[in-house]
């Protein structure tokens, strides 16, 4: 999705759009800042943002020195021979360490890992959010291809799923940047080995692709997502035109590999092959736009889709059929990605510092624009507009549920008490975690819990039936959640006067 040399990855837009007729309008910035299964899968543009985001992260930078550092001490040790025996020519070694070094250090969550750990999403509130139409598009993709994978015998943990959906629920999948990755390892500090983080697919690929930013430009000429709901998987090629596959952290295809694999273990039929790792693949997602293989439309410019499908043939060796399909329908033109300049420009950059000054120092002063919809998913309270952020964290299953069993202002504020740790998991009080990582996380600043405190109070007043204006004011030195009669003070934890002075930010829909 993230290239270097002529990159394509998706579009993303933060104009207002109607989703499904007679669903609200949503802004596609508040869906960037902490998307669910179905949020990226009605706005593939939300991956983007992530990917961009995870380039401000000092602890990714950290990471893919460690990669450029086993690449440099490996051909030292081997000049002229690749990094690992036996190892594919025509995959750059810093792509190979990038997948082994995720691939060690990364647990990816089952489907039973992501309800223990992140709970459930209620279908019913998906389908008001999202659209019905909308959410059972992505449910349908995905039990086919639970059905495909059970009667090719490769299906694991289906059942969980398929108990959650006859409950109208589904495993609360949440994408995220690399430093909420990290901070989610804090849920298994118990275990004697703690992984780096927990990911889910997609996360993998946005850190595939942020780590392929950050290495020389000529290692990458392009990068494209190849996905359905079900799953994500990264494809690209080098300047040479040879490609690639990221088809999860722990595979990565080179050409040779693949059709090695297709004649030692399917007997030549690429097709079956591919079906077994992505049945039932529903677009393809570049900077440039994506393309859906189901409507037909498509932002990516043809040139670009016509190389895209070229280096397709070329590695899977057939015109796989679900690409061939939605090539034969007509195909209709959507906007330009808002990202691709951007991306363009940072490829192969060289620093953190050289990021933060195309995307801080230039931000500029657009609501609407690139720069901005990248600082929201990187949670930064820098933005213009902070209000997406209370937007995204009404979404959380965890405040909806314990909201709803709330009686009284005492019993949100001792759930907020209840937060054992008073740290951001960011490090920092200018990043602002969504509610429901600082319940699962059981840390949170005092903005965090604010945050928490106030979506809190606003689901229990919609149980009472009796609608509550809360806001929240955040201060230099303290953080307020505030009622038509009341005003709590987090560091405190006690009523006080409503602060006439200092507020920074205000977070309210009124």
Same mark, same amino acid.
């Given at each position: 999705?993230?290239?270097?040399?002529?990159?394509?990855?998706?579009?993303?837009?933060?104009?207002?759009?109607?989703?499904?007729?007679?669903?609200?309008?949503?802004?596609?910035?508040?869906?960037?800042?902490?998307?669910?299964?179905?949020?990226?899968?009605?706005?593939?543009?939300?991956?983007?943002?992530?990917?961009?985001?995870?380039?401000?992260?000092?602890?990714?930078?950290?990471?893919?020195?460690?990669?450029?550092?086993?690449?440099?001490?490996?051909?030292?040790?081997?000049?002229?021979?690749?990094?690992? %025996?036996?190892?594919?020519?025509?995959?750059?070694?810093?792509?190979?360490?990038?997948?082994?070094?995720?691939?060690?250090?990364?647990?990816?969550?089952?489907?039973?890992?992501?309800?223990?750990?992140?709970?459930?999403?209620?279908?019913?509130?998906?389908?008001?959010?999202?659209?019905?139409?909308?959410?059972?598009?992505?449910?349908?993709?995905?039990?086919?291809?639970?059905?495909?994978?059970?009667?090719?015998?490769?299906?694991?943990?289906?059942?969980?799923?398929?108990?959650?959906?006859?409950?109208?629920?589904?495993?609360?999948?949440?994408?995220?940047?690399?430093?909420?990755?990290?901070?989610?390892?804090?849920?298994?500090?118990?275990?004697?080995?703690?992984?780096?983080?927990?990911?889910?697919?997609?996360?993998?690929?946005?850190?595939?692709?942020?780590?392929?930013?950050?290495?020389?430009?000529?290692?990458?000429?392009?990068?494209?997502?190849?996905?359905?709901?079900?799953?994500?998987?990264?494809?690209?090629?080098?300047?040479?035109?040879?490609?690639?596959?990221?088809?999860?952290?722990?595979?990565?295809?080179?050409?040779?590999?693949?059709?090695?694999?297709?004649?030692?273990?399917?007997?030549?039929?690429?097709?079956?092959?591919?079906?077994?790792?992505?049945?039932?693949?529903?677009?393809?997602?570049?900077?440039?736009?994506?393309?859906?293989?189901?409507?037909?439309?498509?932002?990516?410019?043809?040139?670009?889709?016509?190389?895209?499908?070229?280096?397709?043939?070329?590695?899977?060796?057939?015109?796989?059929?679900?690409?061939?399909?939605?090539?034969?329908?007509?195909?209709?033109?959507?906007?330009?990605?808002?990202?691709?300049?951007?991306?363009?420009?940072?490829?192969?950059?060289?620093?953190?510092?050289?990021?933060?000054?195309?995307?801080?120092?230039?931000?500029?002063?657009?609501?609407?624009?690139?720069?901005?919809?990248?600082?929201?998913?990187?949670?930064?309270?820098?933005?213009?507009?902070?209000? %997406?952020?209370?937007?995204?964290?009404?979404?959380? %299953?965890?405040?909806?549920?314990?909201?709803?069993?709330?009686?009284?202002?005492?019993?949100?504020?001792?759930?907020?008490?209840?937060?054992?740790?008073?740290?951001?998991?960011?490090?920092?009080?200018?990043?602002?975690?969504?509610?429901?990582?600082?319940?699962?996380?059981?840390?949170?600043?005092?903005?965090?819990?604010?945050?928490?405190?106030?979506?809190?109070?606003?689901?229990?007043?919609?149980?009472?039936?009796?609608?509550?204006?809360?806001?929240?004011?955040?201060?230099?030195?303290?953080?307020?959640?505030?009622?038509?009669?009341?005003?709590?003070?987090?560091?405190?934890?006690?009523?006080?006067?409503?602060?006439?002075?200092?507020?920074?930010?205000?977070?309210?829909?009124?």
């Amino acid at each position: 999705m993230v290239p270097t040399g002529r990159m394509s990855c998706l579009p993303c837009s933060t104009q207002r759009l109607q989703i499904e007729a007679g669903t609200p309008d949503m802004k596609i910035s508040s869906d960037v800042v902490s998307p669910n299964i179905f949020d990226a899968h009605v706005h593939p543009d939300i991956i983007l943002p992530l990917v961009l985001a995870n380039l401000l992260s000092s602890q990714l930078w950290d990471f893919s020195a460690r990669i450029t550092q086993r690449v440099a001490l490996a051909t030292a040790q081997k000049p002229g021979i690749p990094s690992e %025996p036996g190892q594919a020519q025509d995959i750059a070694p810093e792509l190979r360490q990038a997948q082994q070094q995720i691939n060690r250090h990364f647990e990816h969550l089952t489907h039973e890992r992501v309800i223990e750990t992140n709970g459930q999403l209620h279908l019913a509130d998906e389908n008001t959010r999202l659209g019905q139409k909308n959410v059972k598009a992505a449910l349908d993709n995905i039990a086919a291809s639970f059905e495909w994978r059970e009667s090719r015998g490769t299906a694991r943990g289906t059942d969980s799923i398929k108990q959650c959906i006859e409950e109208g629920k589904f495993p609360a999948y949440f994408y995220a940047t690399f430093d909420v990755i990290r901070a989610n390892r804090r849920g298994v500090r118990h275990r004697k080995n703690v992984p780096m983080g927990l990911t889910s697919c997609l996360d993998e690929v946005a850190i595939f692709a942020a780590l392929v930013m950050t290495l020389p430009a000529q290692t990458v000429d392009t990068v494209v997502i190849l996905a359905s709901p079900a799953h994500y998987t990264a494809f690209g090629w080098n300047s040479a035109g040879q490609p690639w596959w990221f088809y999860g952290k722990n595979a990565l295809f080179s050409c040779a590999e693949w059709h090695a694999r297709v004649a030692d273990q399917y007997q030549g039929d690429a097709q079956l092959s591919f079906e077994d790792c992505l049945p039932f693949a529903d677009r393809i997602i570049s900077i440039n736009g994506t393309f859906d293989f189901l409507t037909g439309q498509s932002s990516i410019p043809e040139d670009s889709l016509a190389q895209i499908v070229k280096m397709l043939d070329t590695f899977f060796g057939i015109r796989l059929s679900q690409l061939d399909q939605a090539l034969q329908q007509p195909r209709s033109t959507g906007s330009p990605s808002i990202f691709a300049p951007m991306f363009r420009e940072l490829l192969g950059v060289e620093s953190i510092e050289r990021v933060r000054e195309r995307m801080i120092d230039r931000s500029g002063q657009n609501n609407d624009s690139a720069e901005q919809t990248v600082l929201l998913s990187y949670r930064s309270l820098s933005v213009i507009d902070p209000q %997406p952020f209370l937007l995204a964290a009404r979404n959380s %299953p965890s405040c909806r549920r314990i909201g709803k069993t709330l009686g009284s202002l005492e019993q949100a504020i001792s759930v907020v008490q209840s937060v054992t740790d008073h740290e951001s998991i960011f490090g920092d009080r200018t990043r602002l975690a969504m509610p429901e990582e600082t319940l699962r996380l059981d840390t949170g600043s005092d903005r965090d819990r604010a945050l928490l405190l106030h979506v809190l109070l606003e689901y229990m007043s919609e149980q009472q039936q009796h609608p509550l204006a809360v806001e929240t004011l955040f201060t230099e030195t303290d953080s307020f959640v505030c009622g038509p009669d009341f005003c709590i003070s987090i560091m405190q934890m006690a009523p006080v006067q409503r602060p006439a002075d200092g507020i920074v930010i205000r977070l309210a829909d009124w």
